[in-house]
């Protein structure tokens, strides 16, 4: 991994608002300091994406293994010289550095599971439309070959792990990371993203991540968010 191109990451205080904007959902708070870091709030009810992901998966998704990074990250930068920074400063200082591993674990997930919400909206999924319509044909030569290895990719994740879309250059890229990893550390902007940890899934799918994979981007995929980010905002 390559350190952070911090021009190629915009602040998550402007991709929450612009995901809830353009879902037409209560736009979420920006990220406080890591000291007092909670989860982003959720841009929608957490029963709003039944019953492709149930309610019962959200409140355990959202508030026990999202949350529990936050508290882990608040516990590990108390009363430390990092405690005033921002999650993606905490993100890039740590990327690499073997005495910062759990460090980098936290603040990674927290901002990895914050994009994952976003990536998505009551009823959503479908087809994009305009200029990231073209970039996808563009970069895959059409959308249902995006989507086929958008779900080869999300299966070729061996364990837990992200599926991303993101910008790479002037093309788009498919890319999977494993456990807490994430592509702003290669100077990467992601556009949407795809949780293939089994918590994301397994009380629903059970082991069926393939099928998870699929209805992201048939039925919750948020592509207004993924076209605010391919727009700069």
Same mark, same amino acid.
């Given at each position: ?83 005033? @920074?921002?999650?993606?400063? +905490?993100? $890039?200082?740590? %990327?690499?550095? #073997?005495?910062?591993?759990? !460090? ?65 250059? @002037?093309?788009?890229?498919? +890319?999977? $990371?494993?456990? %807490?990893?994430? #592509?702003?550390?290669?100077? !990467? ?45």
């Amino acid at each position: 991994m390559t350190k952070l191109n911090v021009s190629a990451t915009v602040s998550l205080a402007i991709l929450f608002v612009t995901a809830g904007l353009a879902a037409g959902a209560p736009a979420p708070a920006a990220p406080e300091a890591a000291t007092g870091y909670k989860p982003a709030p959720m841009p929608y009810p957490e029963n709003a994406l039944e019953p492709v992901i149930t309610e019962k998966t959200v409140q355990f998704h959202y508030g026990k293994h999202h949350k529990g990074y936050a508290d882990k990250l608040n516990d590990l930068v108390k009363g430390t010289p990092l405690a005033d @920074k921002k999650i993606e400063e +905490l993100i $890039t200082l740590s %990327a690499n550095q #073997p005495d910062k591993v759990a !460090l980098f674990n936290n603040a990674a997930q927290v901002w990895n599971h914050d994009f994952f919400w976003a990536s998505m909206k009551p009823g959503g999924g479908g087809t994009p439309t305009g200029k990231l319509a073209d970039m996808i044909k563009e970069s895959f030569g059409s959308f249902e070959e995006f989507k086929k290895q958008f779900i080869d990719t999300a299966m070729s994740q061996f364990g837990s792990g992200w599926t991303w879309l993101v910008i790479d250059g @002037k093309n788009l890229k498919i +890319l999977k $990371t494993g456990n %807490a990893d994430t #592509p702003i550390t290669q100077g !990467l902007k992601p556009l949407i993203c795809l949780d293939v940890w089994e918590h994301a899934y397994y009380l629903d799918y059970q082991n069926r991540r393939k099928d998870f994979a699929t209805v992201f981007l048939d039925k919750l995929v948020n592509w207004d968010f993924a076209a605010a980010r391919l727009a700069g905002k």
